[in-house]
């Protein structure tokens, strides 16, 4: 047996890269720029994610096209031949609006056919969703808090702490990769042979594990962590996991999904093959079972896609809405964000895809890999199911499915609606001719922006600032400088600690307003309130420009001329 789940912000970042598929930054051509007359690195315009509509479904023909034939090329065209199939859909809103099955349920009994949208397949670390889910739900049922202590809850429970931190790792840590723990737990021949010792035995090993890392500090992949969080939910519960486990999925709708191991032959689920060719032995993983031992069909997993897609919906105990719209917000919220913008949330893994932050977990287990990813803002989410072990298969075909998720994002952005009004009274009616002609008088504005205007003698003021600090990690500078603009105009141009651009306009004498708006980053600036501040220059007796004040600036306001 081996159960090896992937970590996705590697393993995303590698078949975008094999794929060459997904851009870094898709914008709708149609959006507005900010000003006809821009700074020469300004981009067009700033990104503005559409709003899911709903839409007839042959509006998505298109896109459903390419990925099908995207992923059917993929799938004729793989190295590895050893048997197997692949389970793919792609989901908006409450809808599978595309499904296609490859190759054979059963090598074996070819007679069965191509898998269905119900075959089932063993999911890996997509268990790990469902254990979080169950954390969730429990939270919510007001039975615990995630910021619990997990030794209050498994009083047996205890690691070596090299590190000497005070509290003790909660259940939010266990769910998020923070707790610092092992990625294994410390089962003799998990491996070959799953973990199927008791809890006791476990436990007491764990007293002589030392954590890796401080608890909370960064992540570490950890099926023990998740393993310990199903621990505790079977604890606080009184029922096994596998139960907890059933009655979730059954709340849901999901008629596939279970975290026991079936007999065979199972015409439900599709076999599983190794690398060799021989079908895939089903191992019960025992202790870690919490981290990867489930079953789960594409059907099924779009199930909970839908149920993250309605955040406005109560909770309801008796339905497949088990968690409430501000739980759902919380559960797509990071836990960790990486320099390259890859993460971690609760349980979710993030990475990059366009202009979108994708929430996605993958898993591996002997004989199947598994893949489920979404874009919150617009509702689109796609599975990938694959009976066998080809990885980088399975990877390129995520590749296929971000882009299939970005192609929905194309075709909304292309049909957002406009703004529905109701009936109104002549009077609600006048003010709305009113507030167009405002809006009128706008757009005649942003045709005829004046360019920035420049004082009689712009050379005065160029060279650099020094922040007056004698605290050196204060003393900043700041570069005045002269640009040539996309129009051919010249422009002053402010740049230095403050992160980016901003671009000096004339006001009267020695005042200047520094403004983003002809600058690469419009958007960051007024988003990070650095936007339309003034400065004030100095001169001395011999009417030299020598010092500066800027209130807005980052560092203080007072800046000293250098040279």
């Not at 160029?462 to 400088?481: F, I, K, R, W």
Request: proline fraction near 8%; charge should be negative.
């Amino acid at each position: 047996m081996q159960l090896l789940p992937l970590n996705l912000a590697v393993a995303l970042g590698l078949l975008l890269i094999a794929t060459c598929t997904v851009t870094a930054y898709r914008i709708p051509p149609e959006q507005k720029t900010y000003t006809t007359d821009l700074h020469p690195d300004a981009p067009n315009n700033c990104f503005v994610p559409p709003l899911p509509v709903e839409l007839p479904a042959s509006t998505f023909d298109d896109v459903i096209h390419s990925l099908e034939s995207n992923v059917t090329s993929l799938w004729n065209s793989r190295s590895s031949k050893i048997p197997g199939s692949l389970s793919v859909n792609l989901i908006y809103d409450q809808d599978i609006i595309w499904f296609k099955g490859f190759g054979e349920k059963n090598h074996s009994d070819p007679s069965q056919g191509a898998p269905d949208v119900q075959t089932a397949y063993r999911l890996g670390s997509i268990s790990k969703v469902f254990t979080t889910l169950i954390a969730l739900k429990m939270r919510d049922e007001h039975s615990w808090g995630l910021d619990d202590p997990l030794d209050e809850i498994v009083p047996n429970f205890g690691v070596v702490n090299p590190f000497k931190t005070q509290r003790g790792i909660t259940l939010r840590q266990l769910a998020s990769h923070m707790a610092g723990l092992s990625r294994e737990s410390p089962c003799a021949g998990i491996f070959a042979h799953g973990c199927n010792t008791t809890e006791e035995v476990i436990l007491k090993r764990l007293k002589s594990l030392p954590l890796v890392r401080p608890p909370g500090l960064k992540p570490s992949y950890s099926n023990l962590g998740f393993a310990l969080l199903g621990v505790a939910e079977a604890h606080w519960t009184k029922d096994s996991w596998v139960i907890l486990v059933k009655t979730i999925a059954s709340l849901l709708g999901m008629k596939n999904t279970h975290a026991d191991i079936p007999l065979r032959p199972n015409s439900k689920i599709a076999e599983g093959y190794m690398p060799d060719g021989s079908q895939a032995e089903w191992i019960d993983i025992g202790f870690e079972a919490p981290a990867g031992q489930m079953f789960s069909s594409a059907y099924d997993l779009s199930q909970l896609i839908k149920m993250i897609f309605r955040p406005d919906a109560p909770a309801d105990s008796k339905s497949s809405q088990v968690l409430d719209g501000e739980t759902i917000r919380e559960w797509m919220q990071p836990v960790y964000v990486a320099p390259d913008l890859t993460g971690f949330g609760l349980v979710w893994e993030l990475f990059q895809g366009g202009p979108y932050n994708f929430r996605a977990k993958d898993g591996a287990i002997n004989g199947y890999r598994s893949i489920m990813l979404y874009a919150p803002e617009i509702k689109v989410g796609a599975v990938g199911l694959l009976s066998n072990e080809d990885s980088p298969l399975l990877d390129r075909v995520a590749g296929a499915l971000v882009d299939g998720v970005l192609g929905v994002s194309d075709v909304l952005a292309k049909n957002q609606p406009l703004p529905s009004l109701p009936p109104s009274p002549l009077l609600d009616r006048v003010a709305g001719a009113l507030v167009d002609g405002v809006l009128g008088v706008s757009d005649v504005l942003a045709k005829n922006q004046p360019l920035p205007s420049l004082p009689p003698s712009p050379a005065d003021y160029v060279g650099t600032y020094v922040h007056d600090s004698t605290t050196p990690s204060l003393q900043a500078t700041v570069n005045v400088s002269l640009v040539t603009g996309s129009g051919g105009h010249q422009m002053m141009e402010l740049n230095g600690a403050l992160g980016y651009p901003g671009v000096l306009v004339w006001q009267t004498d020695d005042k200047f307003q520094v403004t983003s708006r002809y600058t690469p980053h419009p958007c960051r600036a007024d988003t990070s309130g650095l936007n339309d501040f003034y400065v004030v220059f100095a001169r001395d007796k011999n009417n030299k420009v020598v010092s500066a004040t800027a209130p807005g600036f980052n560092y203080g306001y007072y800046l000293m001329k250098s040279s």
